[in-house]
């Protein structure tokens, strides 16, 4: 497992790179601000079958207007405590500049996840596939119809406890994460390469249910023109809500 980590690791930053540096020729970077608020939860129904829903608000020139909502759900098959298998639906708002007009994607999903602990390094990983339908634009204005692609992600995220070994009510950890976002279909022309989101934070569990994640995330994505990048600073600020509706075992 850690073999095939490694590998995956190595080869999605390696289309990272390729992506970041293909175009060279009249490349365009445009500085973007941006703020995300985004709630998780992730509910455990019985030993194998439970629930994922997330929620985000995304604002654009720091705080200035809204710029993305999104709302995403699955069901979810738990194989192990620590492997984990979702499908489902999350539909997305896009905010068009400078109209304000809401642009629909509707986005399939399926979902690896599995988590680890070696000492004080507490890592959760998972590979997501997304079918994008997404409403087709004129400027800033809807056209008719929906463009379709693939888009595939591969999410790294570490915690470190400032003490202890494992995530504890009370203690803060840091927190290092990068996930990579690649395209395909018949669509996509220049930007095989979407996307990546570098993040590092702090997260701090008020309990076994709640965690609270703050910090920086720079997202650098490709955009459809080939060579043009928009590169956004990005505060981000999370809350996680675990529960476990399960049968309590008696103790023996």
């Not at 738990?78 to 642009?103: C, E, H, Q, W």
């Not at 997501?128 to 339908?133: A, G, H, L, P």
């Not at 990546?196 to 569990?205: A, Q």
Request: proline share 6%; hydrophobic share 40%.
């Amino acid at each position: 497992m850690r073999r095939f980590t490694l590998l995956l690791f190595i080869c999605f930053i390696h289309l990272t790179s390729y992506g970041q540096t293909a175009s060279q020729n009249r490349k365009l970077v445009l500085p973007q601000e941006q703020v995300w608020f985004g709630y998780f939860n992730q509910t455990r129904l019985t030993r194998h079958l439970g629930f994922w829903l997330d929620l985000h608000h995304r604002r654009i020139d720091f705080l200035d207007r809204p710029n993305q909502n999104l709302f995403r759900g699955a069901l979810t098959y738990y194989l192990t405590d620590n492997v984990r298998f979702m499908a489902g639906y999350a539909f997305v708002g896009s905010y068009l500049s400078p109209s304000g007009v809401v642009r629909p994607e509707h986005r399939p999903w399926q979902q690896v996840w599995w988590s680890g602990r070696t000492g004080p390094l507490n890592v959760v990983q998972w590979i997501r596939t997304e079918q994008r339908f997404n409403r087709r634009i004129q400027g800033d204005q809807l056209a008719d119809g929906f463009g379709f692609n693939w888009r595939f992600r591969y999410n790294f995220l570490l915690q470190v406890p400032f003490k202890g070994q494992t995530i504890q009510p009370g203690v803060p950890n840091f927190v290092l994460q990068d996930e990579v976002f690649i395209n395909a279909g018949k669509q996509i022309t220049y930007n095989y390469f979407d996307q990546n989101r570098f993040f590092v934070g702090l997260s701090y569990p008020f309990n076994k249910q709640l965690l609270l994640q703050a910090g920086y995330m720079n997202l650098f994505q490709q955009l459809p023109a080939g060579n043009a990048f928009a590169n956004n600073h990005t505060l981000r600020l999370f809350l996680f809500h675990t529960l476990d509706f399960r049968p309590q075992q008696p103790a023996p």
